[in-house]
């Protein structure tokens, strides 16, 4: 479990690294990509390995953070009521998913 928790977490660093690289909202959306393949790796170590109580649970939630973060972020390219809708459907999907997750929760 460790060594996968850390494999997820080198992985980000090196991802992290190449956003560092860029600028303006390209490397917003990068950080926020990298950010999101932690959060899955993370998941997938907690589902293989310690998939006890709540674990799975959190695990899956922070995923769906890292996913909105991710799609608000690229909302802000948009401008104005492209801009707002994007948002709203980003906030609708983190929420259907977070609803879904509770429905799962064991």
Same mark, same amino acid.
């Given at each position: 479990?460790?060594?996968?928790? +850390? &494999? ?9 690294? &190449?956003?560092? $690289?860029? =600028?303006? !909202?390209?490397? !917003? ?8 393949? @932690?959060? &899955? ?30 799609? !608000?972020? $690229?909302?802000? =390219? ?5 801009? +707002? ?9 983190? !929420?259907?998913? @977070? ?8």
């Amino acid at each position: 479990h460790k060594a996968a928790m +850390d &494999k997820a977490k080198a992985d980000y660093k090196v991802a992290k690294d &190449k956003c560092d $690289k860029m =600028s303006g !909202d390209a490397e !917003d959306v990068c950080e926020k990509e990298a950010k999101l393949m @932690r959060a &899955k790796g993370e998941h997938d170590a907690v589902v293989k390995f310690d998939n006890t109580g709540n674990n799975v649970y959190k695990a899956r939630n922070e995923v769906i953070d890292a996913e909105y973060q991710l799609a !608000d972020e $690229k909302c802000d =390219s948009l401008k104005g009521d492209a801009e +707002d809708k994007c948002e709203m459907q980003a906030k609708q999907a983190r !929420d259907t998913a @977070r609803d879904g997750n509770k429905m799962n929760r064991t």
